[in-house]
């Protein structure tokens, strides 16, 4: 018999070889285009040379250009992943940009354990202030059901994304990124919160004006308080 929370697990994994053939994760990626001119542009660009919108991926969810809750303008869709989808979005409240992530809809049916991942991902989050974390600033569900988490908007590209375009870093600036990775955890552990899927595409390097690393670690989604089972 499998009981308990190693039931659950079963179910998840299951559900991920599900998603691997839904239709959403199969999505044209490989183009993006300017919501304000309508240019089109590859996967690789970030900002519309004409006008430096953030640029963004065809939307299989329809949330570009609307306002969620009265508050949240959806700007662009800037990433999907597995069972979430990031927006870049203006918050007309505070005048300022913010990533407004999503539990993919067609994830979220029949599958309270997903959900309970996502909205676990914002509690442990928000339960961290540290320079090398991302900042939770909301999370809740819309009217129509879609659970989201609200993050400060990160310029920059992970990891791994780094690697791929890089090869292989220095040693001095592996040390300086490992240092910062380090730090987060440190007061992740502190708080008694262990991340358990700590990867390249998990780890943010963000732009800085004077070009230095600066790290922030991201998705806690199946993180981990040490006082449960």
């Not at 519309?48 to 306002?67: F, R």
């Not at 979220?108 to 354990?113: S, V």
């Not at 961290?128 to 993050?151: F, Q, R, S």
């Amino acid at each position: 018999m499998i009981a308990g929370h190693n039931r659950k697990t079963v179910e998840f994994l299951d559900s991920l070889t599900i998603l691997r053939q839904s239709p959403v994760t199969s999505f044209n990626m490989r183009i993006k285009y300017c919501p304000k001119c309508g240019q089109n542009y590859s996967a690789s660009q970030r900002f519309c040379e004409s006008d430096q919108e953030v640029l963004s991926l065809k939307d299989p969810y329809h949330l570009v250009g609307q306002t969620l809750l009265d508050k949240y303008k959806i700007l662009a869709l800037v990433g999907v992943g597995g069972m979430g989808a990031v927006y870049c979005a203006h918050h007309l409240g505070i005048d300022r940009r913010v990533a407004f992530k999503i539990l993919q809809p067609n994830v979220a049916i029949g599958n309270d354990y997903v959900v309970e991942l996502f909205e676990r991902e914002a509690k442990l989050a928000g339960r961290l202030t540290h320079e090398n974390i991302v900042d939770v600033k909301d999370a809740g569900h819309t009217p129509d059901g879609i659970a989201y988490i609200v993050m400060e908007w990160l310029e920059g590209q992970t990891l791994d994304q780094e690697l791929a375009i890089q090869g292989s870093f220095s040693f001095t600036r592996a040390i300086g990124i490992l240092r910062q990775i380090a730090a987060a955890l440190s007061e992740a552990h502190a708080k008694r919160i262990i991340h358990r899927d700590l990867k390249p595409a998990n780890v943010m390097l963000v732009d800085t004006v004077d070009g230095r690393d600066q790290i922030k670690v991201l998705d806690f989604g199946i993180g981990k308080i040490i006082e449960e089972t």
